[in-house]
């Protein structure tokens, strides 16, 4: 007869996680509150119409794991907020040196303008020899160089 009661205690014993399994897949109680969200609980509310959902695998909440995901999720968003910002200055640094290029090219082609009139209304052209004394471009040195100043300001102009 002890042998039968050690044997009962002993499958008491060893269908206890069984029961404690069943324990996690308890009903869960849907309500809506006065402010229209919607929450879940494991205790029926009172005086509140709800829906009961069952068969639900239910787990308690690892707090390490949700800690650690959540900083990942920040070292994650600080890594993108860094690479944004340096894609920022990036950008802003190429515009400017987009805008000073632009204005340059635009100083450009005024001076290669200027240099084609001057080169059309000039009857002769020179080249100052540093001591005072001129040396003058012949008719086909000048036509050279009328016709690098017109590409030149097209280049500078386009």
């Known amino acids: 007869m002890q042998i ?4 009962r205690w ?3 014993v060893l269908l206890l996680p069984v029961y404690l399994h069943d324990v996690s897949a308890q009903n869960v ?4 509150n006065e402010q ?3 929450v879940y ?5 009172a005086n509140a119409p709800v829906e009961i959902l069952t068969g639900l695998d239910i787990s308690r909440t690892d707090s390490a794991r949700i800690a650690s995901q959540n900083e990942e999720s920040r070292k994650q968003a600080a890594a993108d907020n860094e690479a944004a910002r340096m894609r920022a200055d990036q950008n802003a640094e190429a515009a400017g040196m987009e805008a000073k290029a632009k204005e340059q090219r635009k100083a450009n082609c005024e001076i290669a303008k200027q240099r084609v009139t001057k080169y059309s209304e000039a009857q002769r052209l020179y080249y100052d020899k540093g001591d005072g004394e001129r040396e003058y471009l012949s008719d086909a040195e000048l036509d050279t160089e009328r016709s ?3 590409r030149s300001a097209s280049e500078w102009c386009d």
């Not at 039968?4 to 044997?7: A, E, H, L, P, R």
């Not at 109680?29 to 809506?32: G, H, L």
């Open 4 to 7: 039968i009661t050690v044997g």
């Open 10 to 12: 002993a499958l008491g």
């Open 29 to 32: 109680y849907k309500t809506v």
């Open 36 to 38: 229209g969200n919607v």
């Open 41 to 45: 609980t494991d205790r029926p509310p």
């Open 148 to 150: 690098k100043a017109v």
